[in-house]
């Protein structure tokens, strides 16, 4: 009895394994799928209906069905997890073979970022590919946006502003060589280069340069004729102390000359051979040359005080005038970068205009496009970045990156410096 009752269940369970290999498309399109933590997994027991049900892989990459306990399925195939299930019910002596199906119901998705229409999460498909992913968020991103109409003529305003701003780098450099030229008090301008040969080709930077020159000459002979001014007032100084000097050693000899002359008078008064009043004079004579001696010598104090006033008066408009000077040249340089900076933000906006919507909407005027494709995957417990192709597989849990980049081809947009050079986007008049 007990033989006969093992042959029907051996047959039972031959009857069931026959059943599952023939159940359906789902496990013939996940048989080579490899189990992974998170799957969900549908496992049927023919022999035991209370057990089948859906069942979860956890994080250590097991499962566990009450009888036989925990099982371990991760990295296996389908019919791998089915065959240790019906090992274990027959170590376990509950059974010879029970009949065992297991299909994948449901795995981790993978994610979609970056330029494609539908950025998100989608199922995941054994074999599915990166080109499938991206045909599954609706295709590369593109516009459909009616704005893209004024192309054009964000175009054209964008060009017009770059031109000004060149225009006006022009005449800030000009102005930088000029206040350069005047701090060093030089009579000539160092132009740069590319100034002075766009000035060979350009007759509005030809008449900046003139009008430099012209400006530099007005300064620098005004703050000379000041200077001048004062350096004459100075000399004249100079040698009103020098004639005063020589004032004083006349009036000093004649002191000598009256000293001596009252020593003999005084003589004379007292052996009463002369009058008093003849002393008197003598005197009077005396203290007359040592009052114009002291007011000689407040002369040359007064004069030499105005030459000290003169020299510092020269040092005031020097000082006045570099101060100035230098306070200018740092606005122009601090202009000169903000003109960089508005030039680079339009440049973009030049190159967005005029390349990167045109190549997205395939009307692109030159431009070459680049994807980046890159898979980000967790393994381990670490992250994996991998450069991936259209051909590449996902894995669940996968997120693909996607990023595409506009070369702006032939264009020829340059930097600051680089477009002052180009004719097209110079100073029109």
């Known amino acids: 009895m007990m033989k006969r009752n093992r042959s029907w269940v051996n047959l039972v369970g031959t009857a069931s394994l026959l059943l599952c290999m023939l159940d359906g498309n789902a496990v013939r399109a996940t048989s080579d799928y490899v189990v992974r933590a998170d799957d969900k997994l549908k496992i049927k027991v023919f022999?035991?209906?209370?057990?089948?049900?859906?069942?979860?892989?956890?994080?250590?990459?097991?499962?566990?069905?009450?009888?036989?306990?925990?099982?371990?399925?991760?990295?296996?195939?389908?019919?791998?997890?089915?065959?240790?299930?019906?090992?274990?019910?027959?170590?376990?002596?509950?059974?010879?073979?029970?009949?065992?199906?297991?299909?994948?119901?449901?795995?981790?998705?993978?994610?979609?970022?970056?330029?494609?229409?539908?950025?998100?999460?989608?199922?995941?498909?054994?074999?599915?590919?990166?080109?499938?992913?991206?045909?599954l968020a609706g295709g590369w991103l593109r516009f459909n946006d009616p704005a893209l109409m004024r192309l054009d003529r964000d175009s054209i305003t964008i060009s017009g502003e770059m031109r000004n701003l060149v225009r006006r780098y022009y005449e800030l450099t000009a102005r930088r060589a000029?206040?350069?030229?005047?701090?060093?008090?030089?009579?000539?301008?160092?132009?740069?280069?590319?100034?002075?040969?766009?000035?060979?080709?350009?007759?509005?930077?030809?008449?900046?340069?003139?009008?430099?020159r012209s400006l530099l000459n007005i300064h620098v002979d005004a703050l000379k004729t000041q200077i001048d001014s004062l350096e004459q007032n100075r000399g004249l100084y100079e040698r009103e102390i020098d004639a005063i000097k020589r004032q004083i050693e006349a009036n000093k000899a004649q002191s000598a000359s009256v000293e001596r002359e009252l020593v003999e008078v005084r003589g004379l008064v007292k052996r009463g051979l002369t009058t008093l009043s003849r002393l008197a004079n003598l005197e009077r004579m005396q203290a007359q040359l040592e009052m114009n001696e002291q007011g000689f010598q407040t002369l040359i104090l007064r004069s030499r005080q105005n030459i000290t006033q003169a020299d510092q008066r020269i040092f005031d408009l020097k000082s006045q005038r570099n101060a100035a000077v230098t306070a200018e040249v740092q606005k122009v340089r601090m202009d000169i970068d903000d003109i960089s900076v508005r030039f680079d933000t339009n440049r973009s906006l030049l190159v967005e205009a005029?390349?990167?919507?045109?190549?997205?909407?395939?009307?692109?005027?030159?431009?070459?496009?680049?994807?980046?494709?890159?898979?980000?995957?967790?393994?381990?417990?670490?992250?994996?970045?991998?450069?991936?192709?259209?051909?590449?597989?996902?894995?669940?849990?996968?997120?693909?990156?996607?990023?595409?980049?506009?070369?702006?081809?032939?264009?020829?947009?340059g930097t600051l410096e680089q477009t002052s050079m180009m004719t097209p986007v110079g100073i029109k008049q």
């Open 47 to 135: 022999q035991y209906p209370e057990l089948s049900g859906d069942y979860k892989v956890r994080a250590n990459g097991t499962i566990s069905i009450a009888p036989i306990g925990d099982i371990p399925v991760t990295g296996l195939s389908t019919k791998e997890i089915a065959t240790q299930i019906s090992e274990r019910f027959v170590r376990s002596g509950i059974s010879d073979k029970p009949g065992t199906s297991v299909e994948v119901l449901e795995t981790r998705p993978v994610y979609v970022l970056g330029d494609v229409q539908k950025p998100g999460e989608y199922q995941f498909r054994p074999g599915m590919t990166v080109l499938q992913v991206v045909s």
């Open 178 to 212: 000029r206040l350069n030229a005047e701090l060093a008090m030089r009579t000539d301008i160092q132009f740069t280069n590319d100034l002075v040969l766009r000035s060979q080709v350009d007759p509005a930077v030809r008449q900046l340069i003139d009008e430099e």
């Open 354 to 413: 005029k390349v990167t919507v045109p190549a997205l909407v395939g009307v692109s005027d030159g431009a070459v496009e680049t994807k980046s494709l890159v898979v980000v995957r967790m393994l381990d417990g670490k992250t994996q970045t991998i450069d991936a192709t259209e051909s590449t597989e996902l894995l669940p849990g996968d997120v693909l990156r996607i990023q595409r980049t506009i070369l702006p081809g032939t264009l020829g947009i």
